[in-house]
């Protein structure tokens, strides 16, 4: 059984890409996301997938079972998802003895860039880097599971819109 | 990747007990169903564990994908339900060629009795045993999946009120 404990962020500037191990290229979508769940379908690279079910992200701690899945069953269950397919390219980031998974997302996500972090404990210490930006842990709006229904192309209209009112 | 072809009848009477080669005691409760699909955890036995993606039934045909899955996590998951547990014993009865599953509902779907049967196909003919009523299929009310919001004994209820007023 595991629990997730992990923080996100939004991300300043271009600093973190030197720093980039390597990437992988995330396909997702949800069959699933409602008041006590959410469940996951993720195709890594166009090779490996993978079914998640985890809790809401009610605090910093949620159930996450993950199953590994035949890719071809895999693609069927994309067929039964709620919303859009999220499409995300994820640069894993060492930092001192932690991994930042930087996810660039894609398509009507494009421009959205979040950090996170996975914690040993909901109080562990870490070295911040500078290119990191505001704390967005629990704000629901830029979890994947609502991005499937109100993709970021939708807020930045919005922020347009009121800029040239402001 | 399997279809699931499975034709679904009320029971009559009895006779079919003394067919039952074995029966299985099944546990099993939804983390979802909506509009696309429904996903389905199950116990058997207090042993073993399945989590089970399936399209909606709209037709006869649907998709389904079992994976087995720790106890313990399928315990865990069982907390992240939508609606309450399903209980029923399963008796598996052999017909012919084929295998029927007539499943009695405990707890608040007592006195529910349905009896399935799945097909290669959907045209498949096969002999019909006696103690088989009405077909069900693609009623949905008599599916697992409802019975988790609307339990038997409700409808019970107003059978019986409006047995009253007749």
Redesign the interface.
């Known amino acids: ?1 595991s629990f997730e404990i992990e923080r996100k962020f939004l991300v300043r500037g271009d600093d973190w890409r030197k720093l980039t191990q390597r990437h992988i290229k995330i396909r997702q979508a949800y ?2 996301s ?1 008041s ?2 959410s ?1 996951r379908v993720r195709i890594k690279d166009d090779k490996t997938a993978t ?1 998640t ?1 985890k ?1 809401k992200p009610s605090s910093l701690r949620r ?1 996450e ?1 993950e ?1 590994p ?2 890719l ?2 895999a693609e ?2 994309m067929q ?3 919303g859009a397919v999220i499409e995300k390219i994820r640069h894993v980031v060492p930092w001192d003895d932690l991994e930042w998974e930087v996810d660039v997302f894609l398509g009507s996500n494009a421009g959205l860039i979040i950090a996170e972090i996975e914690l040993d404990s909901e109080h562990q210490q870490f070295r911040m880097p500078a290119w990191i930006g505001r704390e967005i842990t629990g704000q629901l709006q830029y979890y994947n599971s609502a991005l499937v229904t109100q993709p970021y192309c939708s807020w930045a209209r919005e922020d347009a819109e009121l800029q040239q009112l402001a």
Do not use: D, H, T
């Open positions: 059984m069959l699933a409602n006590k769940n469940i079914l079910v809790s159930l079972l199953y899945v035949p071809l069953e069927a269950m039964l998802r709620q």
